[in-house]
């Protein structure tokens, strides 16, 4: 048996990117104690933008963040391919009922949303950086 004192942790985290504030947050919710290590000295405005499919946004919701990432974000209604030099459309995707087939949403975020409400939860779980 493991005895704990309050500065014991279950699992070390390296990297606090979207991969590693992830994990945290899914070892803290089953109850591990996670420290998230990070090289950089703060997160910054890092990165573009994230398309996030209904298997993910499932993921999301069962965390509790759907509805805040789901206001961060954008829910487009359709995906288009375009020809690149003439601009004329080759393709159409329509994702109008993608939340009401598969279950979950398919949306659009800049990666420092999605890392931002990430770092909250985990922040908000006991896990440090
Ligand atoms: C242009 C572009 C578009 C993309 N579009 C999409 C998309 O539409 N949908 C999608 O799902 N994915 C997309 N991706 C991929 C997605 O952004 C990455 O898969 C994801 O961010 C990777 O997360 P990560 O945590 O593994 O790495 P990162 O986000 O790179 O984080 C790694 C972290 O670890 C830290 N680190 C590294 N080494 C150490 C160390 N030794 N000690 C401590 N800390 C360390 C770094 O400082 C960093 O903070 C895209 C990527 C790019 C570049």
């Not at 996670?34 to 946004?57: K, S």
Request: aromatic letters at 4%; glycine letters at 12%; one cysteine or more.
């Amino acid at each position: 048996m493991t005895t704990h004192t309050k500065d014991t942790v279950d699992v070390i985290v390296v990297g606090g990117g979207i991969g590693g504030l992830a994990n945290a947050l899914a070892l803290t919710q089953k109850g591990l104690r996670v420290r998230v290590l990070e090289r950089a000295a703060e997160f910054g405005e890092v990165g573009a933008g994230l398309q996030i499919a209904p298997n993910c946004t499932r993921i999301l919701e069962h965390w509790g963040l759907l509805d805040e990432v789901r206001s961060l974000g954008v829910l487009p209604e359709n995906i288009v391919m375009k020809d690149a030099v003439d601009g004329s459309e080759l393709t159409r995707l329509d994702l109008k009922d993608v939340e009401a087939r598969y279950g979950a949403p398919y949306l659009v975020i800049h990666r420092s949303d999605l890392h931002g409400a990430l770092l909250r939860a985990c922040q908000g779980a006991g896990s440090t950086s």
